[in-house]
């Protein structure tokens, strides 16, 4: 398994994400670990509201029948989305430890390796979050932090009353999903697509050592769909099975490679909980695409470069 530094650490490139493992029974459950653990992949990413709390609470179960398993992965969940009648996000000092507090219950461990601010809270107070942050750390029941879908502003503000590092930020990428790239791609011209939406986000991870996971990597929009596959996306799909001949892959393992071929130190979140894709997807992360088969990809995507 390709490894990645985050701060100080080496992990791998590839996290299981856990949106979906909610309707995994434990035996299930228990066997995608292991079918990952024994891949190279032992970082599992949660959040507070996937499944309502259900996918915590069965991870949780799941780990509580393997003993000496929780201390072979990492764990990382995400805090700040408040769902119910209307969308309410809250970085407030009582809400980040009631999530905390209530995550760790759930996953059955003392301690989470990573935290995430899952999205912007537009009345963020900077101070009640280094107050959390701090609380947390000094208990051991936080190692590290990070944010995910925020803007280098946004972090800066963070940064302001935050001591701790803020080591990665999670942001939507994929083949048809690459709003991190086009904006920097198209300076100078008049098209849609140089519009920065992001604030060039990525570079600015790269110039301060945080750490991108790419989620979404095998989807279009939002939660439209996958593009692996969709007719819509034909010539990409043409594309991505001539390389996954070439290297004896599969597609998703191309779709990952693609990923992991920017210098950027990425991770990327895979969200299958079926084991037979695992495979081709690990692979992925040990091909290094050549240049030119990059840019193929990119632009049998849509994308046209100036």
Known sequence: MKLVTIGNRNVPAIIQGCMRIGNLDTKSLQNLIEKQLESGVNFWDHADIYGGGTCETIF???????????????????????????????????????????????????????????????????????????????????????????TPSQIELLKTCVKQPLEINQLQFSLAHTLLLDAPAYLNTTDSHGISRDANVLDYCRQNHITIQCYSPFQYGVFEGTFIGNPDYAQLNAVLTRLAKKYDTTENGIAVAWLLRHPANMQVVVGTTNAARIPGIVKGAEITLTREEWYELYAAAGNKLP
Do not use: W
């Open 60 to 150: 949780g179960e799941a780990l509580h029948q393997m003993p000496g398993m929780r201390d072979k992965l990492i764990l990382q969940s995400k805090c700040g989305i408040r769902p119910g009648a209307f969308t309410c996000y809250d970085f407030s000092k009582a809400h980040i430890i009631r999530s905390v507090e209530t995550s760790l219950r759930r996953l059955q461990t003392d301690r989470l390796d990573y935290l995430l601010l899952h999205r912007p809270d537009l009345l963020m107070e900077p101070e009640e979050v280094a107050e959390a942050f701090d609380q947390l750390e000094s208990q051991g029941k936080v190692l590290h932090f990070g944010v995910s879908n925020h």
